[in-house]
């Protein structure tokens, strides 16, 4: 499985339009093969925060999800970009 998490800071008063930007990318992914998971989210404490989680079963997946994902022109709106890729080899219960 594979996890990206992180964020991106954006100026905060966009950041709401900008959330709602990805609510049909965050649909779509959601009913993309291999997809187990995407929240793209304002953050609850933070207004010039967006969050960003996805779960992937396999990087196969993830690739043929990004050659037809048709996201978003955003890049030049984020002022901050941290955001990672994690290989997940084991999954339990977090309590």
Do not use: K, Y
Not at 15 to 29: G, P, S
Not at 49 to 73: C, F, T
Not at 81 to 87: A, M, P, R
């Amino acid at each position: 499985m594979l996890i990206i998490a992180g964020h991106v800071r954006v100026d905060p008063e966009r950041r709401d339009a900008l959330v709602a930007e990805f609510a049909d990318l965050v649909r779509r992914a959601r009913a993309a093969p291999g997809c187990l998971d995407v929240a793209i989210t304002a953050d609850s404490v933070d207004p010039g925060r967006i969050n960003n989680v996805e779960r992937w079963a396999s990087q196969a997946d993830l690739d043929h999800w990004r050659s037809v994902a048709q996201a978003p022109d955003v890049d030049d709106v984020f002022l901050q970009t941290e955001v990672s890729l994690f290989d997940a080899s084991n999954e339990r219960p977090p309590f």
